[in-house]
């Protein structure tokens, strides 16, 4: 099996591409691929660069030029339930894109003609990742992942993204990346450790556990690496 691994930033991969040797580095549109083994399966890595649009495309890339049969997304998130605390674990169990908006034709906040609004996340991977948490002793939180091309750092639009979602946790990727899995087939799950709460002080916060919760991510990821 190949299976894809990819984050937004050099922070969230990092801890991965430490943990591999004979690693094979390839450049497609403006980016790098990393191609390593572990545990008799090929492993694609990729740090995409922030936004939908550039997670979209190094998914796409993924599949289509490696071959990934499954991807994991590892990497931070801001939290909007209040239960989740700077370096909390999160599942998806669904994403949407927040910040699609043609409710001038009618439509709900995050849908988008012939295309949908919410994309689930596999169930059975969402179970691998549960159960790996049991076994290492991890609080694990499954919930909704709303995505937008935005910081949230502003109570506003952080209740807004809570009200319009019911939304968990918030980021840049996860939901763009959760519709070209399902476009092309392709078992995927969204792993998040949280940096900060989406609020005034969300700048800030990321910037001080940014490298410690993609550490959390990533170390969770390989976990599950083991579990499947
Ligand atoms: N400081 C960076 C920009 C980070 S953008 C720079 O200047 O280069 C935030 C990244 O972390 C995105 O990849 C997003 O997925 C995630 N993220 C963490 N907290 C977030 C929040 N509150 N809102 C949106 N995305 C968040």
């Not at 750092?153 to 939304?167: E, H, P, Q, R």
Request: aromatic share 8%; hydrophobic share 45%; glycine share 6%.
């Amino acid at each position: 099996m190949t299976l894809a691994i990819m984050g937004a930033m050099e922070e969230e991969v990092e801890p991965l591409l430490e943990r591999f040797e004979n690693v094979k580095v390839t450049e497609i549109a403006d980016n790098k691929y990393y191609e390593t083994t572990y545990n008799g399966n090929n492993i694609v890595i990729a740090y995409s660069k922030i936004g939908k649009v550039n997670a979209a495309l190094t998914a796409t890339l993924m599949i289509e030029k490696f071959g990934a049969e499954k991807l994991i997304f590892t990497g931070v998130a801001g939290a909007l339930n209040p239960k989740l605390k700077v370096g909390d674990m999160v599942v998806a169990t669904k994403l949407i894109q927040h910040d699609v908006d043609i409710t001038a034709f009618g439509h709900p906040w995050g849908f988008i003609p012939e295309s949908g609004d919410f994309v689930e996340c596999d169930a059975a991977l969402v179970s691998k990742a549960k159960e790996s948490a049991k076994a290492i002793g991890v609080d694990l939180l499954d919930g909704i992942i709303a995505t937008g091309d935005q910081f949230i750092a502003d109570s506003k639009k952080k209740d807004f993204i809570v009200d319009t979602y019911k939304a968990d946790a918030t980021e840049m990727e996860g939901a763009s990346v959760a519709y070209v899995c399902k476009c092309m087939n392709v078992p995927f799950v969204v792993l998040r450790s949280i940096s900060d709460a989406a609020d005034m002080d969300a700048g800030f916060d990321f910037e001080e556990f940014l490298k410690s919760s993609a550490k959390t991510s990533a170390d969770f990821c390989l976990k599950m690496l083991d579990n499947l």
